[in-house]
């Protein structure tokens, strides 16, 4: 039977086994717990096996002592009992830390989406691949005896630093490879046929993180593809944050702030880029250069950026024309609430402002200055200077 069933005497607890499972509980509601069989066996085993380690190396570890020491000992294998213990205490702990470090990884490692696992898997493999092929030089060279401790080190350090690289390429570029692996794929045919058209990079510039609003942009979910901030740029930030002016000082940490709450909010997707342009002179005509080569599109304030942009065919976002194109349209006859802010040129008008700035201005709204008040519009004006709606009360509509 792979199921079995025993009482305490008790009477407390009822104890059910099989051979993966063991499953504790009250007869009272609500009292369960589970034990993985296999999880807690695979625990004990990491445990024991550096407790062992411990132990041994302790243990062998005395031989190591001078001569001269050991002449001293009147106990030598008591010595190593001793030492062993106290290794195997060590060594204990030490598997407990990795045994927890192990857990951790597991969970995330089980969390992690298949595609994402794939990739970071081929990228960690190829830079250790890379590792081995450009260390091997290094080991075949001869060396004098002093150095040779180097050997290790720089085989430990390369391995590392590449398998870093790898899985940081793999995370970047790792949609392009799975298409390669996989062409026939859903999202590669739709892509062959121009169903669909991959999200280009965004490449932000200064003034477009110094104003914020690009943070909100994000958390909206309309910005799509990787965020792109060249090296160039948070150079440029932190010269203003760095500067003797007081506002310029303000603006570049403002900038800085911004884009730390970004990196943290959206790791994933933010990447500071090392690219940098030496025989070009000015951040604006770099972010061009930089956007037109990896065929990106540019994220501005700056109207004149925009203008020397789109003349070279570089794809240009602007967030003062996308705050225009969705600022709400009043109708005549639409209500508005509103502060009266001030009084007009006419003697019975009153003056107030929506919050994209756009100047409101309502017949016999002088006597509410300062106070809110329910308007209807009545028409609109575009100008010169921006756009003006006319309205009149709703209390005189009514009336």
Not at 97 to 116: C, F, K, N
Not at 232 to 247: G, R, S
Request: aromatic share 8%; net charge positive; charged share 20%.
């Amino acid at each position: 039977m792979s199921w079995g069933r025993m009482r305490c005497q008790d009477g407390k607890y009822i104890i059910k086994l099989n051979w993966r499972w063991f499953k504790f509980f009250e007869p009272i509601p609500g009292k369960l717990i589970f034990f993985n069989w296999k999880q807690t066996m695979l625990d004990a085993i990491i445990i024991i096996l550096f407790i062992l380690a411990g132990a041994g190396i302790g243990f062998d570890s005395v031989k190591l002592l001078p001569d001269g020491m050991l002449h001293q000992v009147t106990n030598v294998e008591g010595l190593r009992w001793v030492v062993a213990g106290f290794a195997a205490l060590f060594g204990g702990a030490l598997g407990l830390s990795v045994q927890t470090a192990y857990r951790r990884l597991e969970i995330q490692v089980r969390g992690m989406p298949v595609d994402v696992l794939l990739t970071r898997s081929v990228g960690l493999v190829m830079g250790l691949l890379v590792a081995n092929l450009m260390l091997a030089p290094i080991f075949i060279l001869p060396m004098p005896m002093e150095f040779t401790f180097l050997k290790p080190l720089l085989a430990i350090l390369g391995s590392v630093m590449f398998s870093y690289l790898g899985v940081s390429l793999a995370d970047t570029h790792g949609r392009n490879f799975l298409r390669l692996i996989n062409p026939h794929n859903m999202d590669s045919m739709l892509v062959a046929e121009g169903t669909l058209k991959a999200a280009c990079s965004k490449v932000l510039d200064t003034s477009c993180i110094i104003d914020g609003r690009i943070e909100e942009l994000l958390g909206t979910g309309f910005l799509e593809g990787q965020i792109l901030v060249p090296q160039f740029v948070l150079q440029e930030l932190q010269q203003l944050a760095d500067a003797a002016n007081d506002m310029k000082r303000m603006r570049g940490r403002r900038g800085l702030d911004i884009l730390n709450r970004m990196k943290t909010t959206y790791a994933e997707r933010i990447v500071i880029h090392a690219a940098d342009y030496e025989d070009i002179a000015t951040v604006d005509a770099k972010l061009v250069r930089f956007t037109q080569e990896i065929n990106g599109t540019l994220v501005t304030n700056d109207y004149n950026l925009s203008k020397v942009a789109n003349l070279q065919k570089v794809p240009v976002l602007n967030i003062n024309d996308l705050a225009q194109a969705v600022r709400p349209i009043y109708q005549p006859g639409d209500n508005i609430d509103i502060k009266i802010i001030k009084e007009g040129k006419e003697p019975t008008q009153g003056i107030g402002y929506l919050n994209d700035g756009t100047m409101v201005v309502v017949e016999e709204g002088r006597k509410y200055v300062g106070s809110e008040l329910r308007v209807v519009v009545t028409s609109a004006l575009q100008t010169s200077a921006g756009r003006m709606i006319f309205a009149r009360s709703l209390a005189s509509f009514v009336a």
